[in-house]
């Protein structure tokens, strides 16, 4: 699908997600919990059959056992992939196991009729297929994740899911049947509502205009929606395929170098700041800390952005605490502990999104008014491990801040460039390059022994971010001289490629390969070679 922009013919190439506030009827929450127990019986249906057939090819048995896993040889076949656990769940739910009842004639004869799953009519089908999906997707990741194909934090086995009144959810994807879509916005004279096959037409809390009209004009199309339940609330997630943003929104080529923004940390919680809007060619360093969430400076030490640290977490503790002693005083199963409970989940629902929506203003700020942006690879992870800080670091949310500037920025086209995780931007001076290694997290101020340099802690890494990224990125004239990705004259720690360089575990003399280490020969250092 496209849309026409100044004449010429524009790509749907980036998926955004709308997330509403659905007020549903009493009998539509019936049925829409009917749907999130159905996803979850699928997935843990699909979870066993997996299993089962794990069990069965590990004990070498036959498919006779296990039909609806099996192939024509007759040996069990484990479903791994979305679709295979689709066609085993789909081969499950129309067998005995499934259901079946017993029917006796007159003459007192019995027999055994094979009823299948007799409630898989009362929801929508697609909810057990994605279910079966997202299984596959998960064996996927636990498995890539135990090969090293997948990055990160260890990936573990999926495991069953367990009843939960106040949570879940379902995914259903949109179809178009003879020219029409399964799921509309604003269907009838409501326009504040969505249509669900199977389910109908559910009001919406919010204003849906914006998402009304892009789909209107053709500039985004429904995939899917997810509903979920969560804080007593049920929300929907509208995943649509959305045009590219209008070339106004982009960043443009610079035509003048960047202005400082002063901005305040209510100002931007209030949505009042107005700065200035450019897309410079220099590189915006992006600082993130605890005292100060982020911290934008050229390389010039121009300060264009300071966000204070909201501390979401920290400053909800105290309620979250009050409500959480709640709930441990009252009776399991009890209808106050529900109530408790309900309270207690609407406080954390309501510490994520003031943190999220700080996040947002900021990730907002930033890609809107620079082209070009560098952050720090922080190991996040392992700064968690730190037990006095790990609350702290958590509730600043470094990362999402990070994914969040990542994509919008791709949205607009600009460049997001991540720093060397080892390089030292807060203990290095700005003005002359000095390391001052004896520097603490109290120091707030950098003062350079060296030249006497004195500039904010945050500021100065800022500036020292975007120093870094202007001499890790090829210009035009060093393209044709040294190639693609040459660093500039002026990289402290890029004077130049190392060749024949090895790392030496063992002491180096003249019987080292005698021993079975290297001599100073094997890693090409001539040790009679006079100093240059």
Not at 175 to 202: E, F, H, M
Request: proline share 4%; charged share 30%; net charge positive.
């Amino acid at each position: 699908m496209s849309w026409w922009v100044d004449g010429r013919m524009a790509r749907m190439p980036r998926h955004t997600s709308f997330r509403f506030c659905l007020d549903p009827s009493v009998e539509q929450e019936r049925v829409l919990s009917r749907h999130v127990g159905a996803a979850r019986f699928a997935f843990n249906q699909a979870l066993r059959l997996h299993k089962d057939a794990r069990t069965a090819a590990r004990r070498g048995q036959s498919a006779n056992s296990l039909p609806e896993v099996g192939d024509v040889s007759g040996a069990v076949r484990v479903p791994w992939t979305g679709f295979d656990l689709i066609n085993a769940f789909n081969a499950w739910k129309r067998s005995e196991a499934a259901g079946r009842r017993f029917l006796v004639d007159p003459t007192g004869t019995a027999r055994v009729e094979v009823t299948g799953l007799v409630w898989q009519d009362r929801v929508l089908a697609q909810v057990f297929e994605e279910a079966c999906v997202d299984l596959g997707r998960g064996l996927k990741a636990s498995t890539d994740s135990r090969t090293g194909a997948r990055k990160g934090p260890k990936v573990g086995s999926p495991r069953f899911k367990r009843k939960n009144p106040t949570g879940g959810s379902f995914r259903i994807r949109n179809k178009t049947n003879s020219g029409r879509a399964s799921i509309r916005l604003g269907d009838g004279d409501r326009l504040r509502s969505v249509r669900l096959p199977k389910i109908g037409v559910l009001r919406m809390r919010e204003c849906t205009r914006r998402l009304r009209r892009m789909i209107a004009t053709g500039r985004a199309r429904i995939l899917s929606v997810t509903v979920s339940r969560g804080a007593n609330r049920w929300w929907i997630s509208i995943t649509v395929e959305a045009a590219d943003l209008h070339p106004a929104h982009q960043h443009p080529e610079a035509r003048h170098t960047p202005q400082p923004v002063e901005t305040d940390e209510a100002e931007i919680r209030d949505g009042r700041t107005q700065p200035t809007r450019h897309g410079g060619k220099g590189w915006v360093g992006v600082d993130r800390g605890l005292h100060v969430l982020a911290v934008a400076g050229t390389r010039d030490g121009v300060e264009v952005l300071r966000v204070t640290n909201q501390r979401a977490f920290r400053r909800g503790l105290p309620r979250l605490r009050r409500l959480s002693k709640a709930v441990s005083r009252k009776k399991k199963g009890s209808k106050n502990r529900k109530k408790a409970v309900v309270r207690l989940g609407r406080q954390h629902a309501r510490i994520r999104d003031r943190r999220r929506h700080v996040l947002h203003q900021v990730s907002n700020q930033l890609v809107k008014n620079h082209a070009r942006l560098v952050l720090e690879d922080l190991n996040i992870t392992g700064m968690t491990r730190n037990r006095k800080l790990s609350r702290a670091i958590s509730d600043a949310a470094w990362g999402e801040l990070a994914r969040q500037i990542t994509y919008k920025q791709a949205w607009r086209h600009g460049q997001v460039l991540l720093a060397d995780r080892w390089y030292p931007s807060s203990k290095t001076c700005s003005a002359c390059g000095t390391l001052r290694k004896d520097l603490t997290l109290k120091d707030r101020v950098f003062e350079c022994w060296s030249c006497g340099h004195v500039m904010d802690r945050d500021l100065n890494a800022a500036v020292n971010l975007a120093a870094w990224a202007e001499n890790h990125t090829p210009t035009a004239e060093d393209t044709g001289v040294a190639g693609r990705g040459a660093a500039r004259v002026g990289d402290r720690q890029a004077a130049g490629p190392v060749k024949n360089a090895h790392r030496q575990d063992t002491p180096t003399h003249p019987d080292a390969p005698r021993l079975g280490g290297k001599g100073l020969d094997d890693v090409g250092t001539n040790q009679t070679a006079p100093a240059a």
